[in-house]
Structure formats: structure tokens, C-alpha cells
């Protein structure tokens, strides 16, 4: 009970643990590509979550400046990346990852 | 910190949190989704307040909530006709929740049976916002210039790449 009422390093790291295993379940699963990019978001947030949670605990500083840059790679990530998908959709008329195949043999 | 109020308002957070999250996969609907992801980023961005990192709870707020989330909602509305609806068809789904079971076992596990954390006599307390200030003009000045050409040179290029092609109308 003493575990459980009073909030500690393990608290963070179990939530992380489950929004890093949504991500990457949304990743492997989801056939929309603007689903996947979610997915995406929500391990990058997980990341930080660790990141944070460490640096409070450490005292130090660099978990939150590390934090401050996956945040900022996250948003030139999700701008790239929903470009990409604008192509591939003007292109293919779909953004259904599984359809887009043509490099296939 | 054992105060009965602040565990039960983490506890609500973190709540919000992972359920949202679970709804953000599980849902077939792509417009559900995106809206339930607002409510993860929100209860996110209050996990960081209690990990005493305001601004970046702030920063979170703006940029997630402002930026990410509207560029995905932009993305939905663009990529998905009305006629044909928004719901997403699933596959590998076998593999995928054999994936998600395993890695938050593993991570668990990992986590709860490692006695070797030793949390620091001098956790961070309060605001950081003026540490953050010194740490970015100090010791982390070249990575800051670095980040902020590359945040320029991405936004650029994507603007190049979703330009209307006027040669191919």
C-alpha cells in the first residue's frame, strides 16, 4: 500500500511502459498511415516521460534539455512526415500503408 | 510524497493518460482517434507538471496540442473523403498484440524487479524555468543552434514537398 499511495520513479516508468507499447502496437497494426504517425507520437512521448521522470529523481538537468529536443525533433518529424503522406496520397489516391506496394515484384 | 490529494490527482492523470492512449489504438475511427490523442497529450503535459517541469509542460501544450495534433487532424481531413468514411482496417493484429503484451510485460517486469534505482538526495523542486534558461545559453548552446536549423530546414523542405505541382495542371 506504502508502494502504492506514495509516487515514485516506478509510477512514471509503468505509464510510460504502457504508452510505449500502445505506440508500437498502433505502428504494427493500424493501415492508415496518418494512425501510424500517431503511433509514432505517442512512443516519442512515452521517451520523454522516461526522460523527465529520471532527471526529477537524478537532480540533474539534462533529462529535461534532452526532453526539450525530442520535442522539437517530434514536430520537424510529424511536418516531414505528413508531407510524405500528402504525396503518397496525391500519388496513389489512398494512404493505406499495406497498398502501397509498387517497388514489390 | 505522500499527500492523499496529490495521489489521487496523479492517479486521475495517469488514468486519462492510458486510457486515452488505448482508445487512440484500439478505435477504428481515424477522427476518434485524433481526438482522443488531445486527451493524452493534455494529461501528458500534467505528468510533467508533476515531474516539476512546468515548461516543458507548457511547451508541450503548444507544441503537441497546437502544432502536432492539428497537422495530424489536417492529415485526417485531407487524406479521407467523407463518402467513404474514416474507419481504418487492421493488420498483423495476431503479431501486433503478441508485441504489446510482450514489451509491457518486459518492461514491467524490468522495472519492478530492478532494486537498483537510487533516487537522489536533491531531486528537482520547484520551477525550472530559469535553470532551463542558463542550461540552453551554457552548456547546450550548440545543440540549441543546431536544433533550431534543423526545425528550419525541416519545415522548408515539408513545405516544398506538399506544394500543388503547377507543371503537371
Given at each position: 500500500m506504502?508502494q502504492?499511495?506514495?509516487?515514485?520513479?516506478n509510477?512514471?516508468?509503468?505509464?510510460?511502459?504502457f504508452?510505449?507499447?500502445?505506440?508500437?502496437?498502433?505502428v504494427?497494426t493500424?493501415?492508415?498511415?496518418?494512425?501510424?504517425?500517431m503511433?509514432?507520437?505517442?512512443?516519442?512521448?512515452?521517451a520523454?516521460?522516461?526522460?523527465?521522470?529520471f532527471s526529477?529523481?537524478n537532480?540533474?538537468?539534462?533529462?529535461v534539455?534532452?526532453?526539450?529536443?525530442?520535442?522539437?525533433i517530434?514536430?520537424?518529424?510529424?511536418?516531414i512526415?505528413?508531407?510524405?503522406?500528402?504525396?503518397?496520397?496525391?500519388i496513389f489516391?489512398?494512404?493505406?500503408?499495406?497498398?502501397?506496394?509498387?517497388?514489390k515484384? | 510524497?505522500?499527500?492523499?490529494?496529490?495521489?489521487v490527482?496523479?492517479?486521475?492523470?495517469?488514468?486519462?493518460?492510458v486510457?486515452s492512449?488505448a482508445?487512440?489504438?484500439?478505435?477504428?475511427?481515424?477522427i476518434?482517434?485524433?481526438?482522443?490523442l488531445?486527451?493524452t497529450?493534455?494529461?501528458?503535459?500534467?505528468?510533467?507538471?508533476?515531474l516539476?517541469?512546468?515548461?516543458?509542460?507548457?511547451t508541450q501544450?503548444v507544441?503537441y496540442?497546437?502544432?502536432?495534433?492539428?497537422?495530424?487532424?489536417?492529415?485526417?481531413?485531407?487524406?479521407n473523403?467523407?463518402?467513404?468514411?474514416?474507419?481504418?482496417?487492421?493488420?498483423?493484429?495476431?503479431?501486433?498484440?503478441?508485441l504489446?503484451?510482450?514489451?509491457?510485460?518486459?518492461?514491467?517486469?524490468?522495472?519492478?524487479?530492478?532494486?537498483?534505482?537510487?533516487?537522489?538526495?536533491?531531486?528537482?523542486q520547484?520551477s525550472?524555468v530559469?535553470?532551463?534558461?542558463?542550461?540552453?545559453?551554457?552548456?547546450?548552446v550548440?545543440?540549441?543552434?543546431?536544433?533550431?536549423?534543423?526545425l528550419?530546414?525541416?519545415?522548408?523542405?515539408?513545405?516544398?514537398?506538399?506544394?500543388?505541382?503547377?507543371?503537371?495542371?
Amino acid at each position: 500500500m506504502e508502494q502504492l499511495t506514495t509516487i515514485g520513479l516506478n509510477h512514471y516508468l509503468t505509464i510510460s511502459a504502457f504508452l510505449l507499447g500502445f505506440g508500437l502496437f498502433a505502428v504494427m497494426t493500424r493501415k492508415n498511415a496518418i494512425v501510424v504517425l500517431m503511433g509514432v507520437e505517442l512512443i516519442l512521448n512515452a521517451a520523454n516521460i522516461n526522460f523527465l521522470a529520471f532527471s526529477k529523481y537524478n537532480g540533474g538537468m539534462e533529462g529535461v534539455m534532452f526532453a526539450l529536443f525530442v520535442i522539437v525533433i517530434a514536430a520537424a518529424e510529424a511536418a516531414i512526415a505528413l508531407a510524405i503522406v500528402i504525396n503518397i496520397y496525391k500519388i496513389f489516391k489512398s494512404v493505406d500503408v499495406s497498398s502501397i506496394d509498387s517497388l514489390k515484384e | 510524497m505522500s499527500n492523499p490529494t496529490y495521489t489521487v490527482i496523479f492517479y486521475l492523470f495517469a488514468a486519462i493518460t492510458v486510457c486515452s492512449a488505448a482508445f487512440v489504438v484500439f478505435t477504428r475511427n481515424v477522427i476518434y482517434s485524433a481526438f482522443s490523442l488531445l486527451f493524452t497529450f493534455f494529461g501528458v503535459a500534467a505528468l510533467y507538471v508533476f515531474l516539476s517541469a512546468d515548461f516543458i509542460a507548457v511547451t508541450q501544450v503548444v507544441v503537441y496540442v497546437g502544432g502536432i495534433l492539428v497537422l495530424l487532424l489536417f492529415g485526417v481531413m485531407f487524406t479521407n473523403s467523407i463518402m467513404q468514411g474514416q474507419k481504418s482496417e487492421v493488420l498483423h493484429i495476431i503479431p501486433g498484440t503478441l508485441l504489446l503484451v510482450g514489451m509491457i510485460g518486459a518492461m514491467l517486469y524490468t522495472f519492478y524487479t530492478t532494486h537498483g534505482w537510487m533516487p537522489s538526495e536533491t531531486t528537482l523542486q520547484g520551477s525550472i524555468v530559469e535553470r532551463i534558461g542558463f542550461e540552453t545559453m551554457s552548456r547546450y548552446v550548440l545543440p540549441f543552434e543546431m536544433v533550431s536549423i534543423l526545425l528550419l530546414a525541416a519545415l522548408i523542405g515539408a513545405a516544398f514537398l506538399a506544394r500543388f505541382d503547377k507543371s503537371s495542371k
